[in-house]
C-alpha cells in the first residue's frame, strides 16, 4: 500500500485514480478546470462562476466506472475531477480553519484523520463509514454520507491531501473527532463573542 500512497501526492489524475481503485474505492470522471475559462460545467455565456471548478461530479448521480475502463476515461479527459462516493467512509466538510484547527488537535491526540483541503475554503476529514450521523447536529459541518454523497480527491482542481490515509491506521469512528469538533468550536465562538 505504501506505493499506492506514494502515487496519492503525485499531480497525475490517472495514477491517482487508478491508485484509488486499487484501494477499493469506486471512482468516477468529474469535470475539468480550464485556465482561463472555468469549469467545463461552463458554457460559454454563462455569466455565474462554478463553486467548485473542476471538483464535482459530471451529473448529479455519481456514476463510478468500472476498473477496466478508469485509465482510458481519465487519459480522455485531462485534468478531469476525481470524484469518488462516500461508501467506504463518511465525509465531514467543514470551514477550513475549523477543519485546520481539529486537526492540530487530534495529532496532539495521536488520532489519524485523513484530511482534504478545498483551496483555503474548506477541509474534509473522513471518518468510518456510518458514523457521520453522530456529528450531523453540528450546524457548521456538511455530513457526506452513502452512495449518493460524493467528494473530489486529488488531484482534482484545488483538492489536496492535508493528511493522507495510512496503511497502519483506520478510520476513526466521528465519535472519536467529535470532542476536537465540539472544543474548536466552543473556542471559535468565544473569540467572536
Known sequence: MSDILHV??????TDCAMAYDRLGWPVAIGHRHRGGSGC???????????LTPGAHPLEAAVKPLPSGELAAAFESAP????IVPCTHWDALVVAHPIGM??????DAARLHVPCLTAGHTTATLLVAPGTGELLADCPQAEVRSGPDAWVALPPSYGVRWDTAPAEDHPLPDSGAVRPHLAQVLKLASADRA
Request: proline letters at 4%; a neutral charge.
Open 40 to 50: 467545463t460545467c461552463q458554457g460559454a455565456d454563462s455569466t455565474v462562476p462554478c
Open 79 to 82: 485534468g478531469a475531477g476525481v
Open 101 to 106: 484547527a481539529v486537526m492540530v488537535r487530534a
Open 8 to 13: 496519492l501526492h503525485g499531480r497525475d489524475t
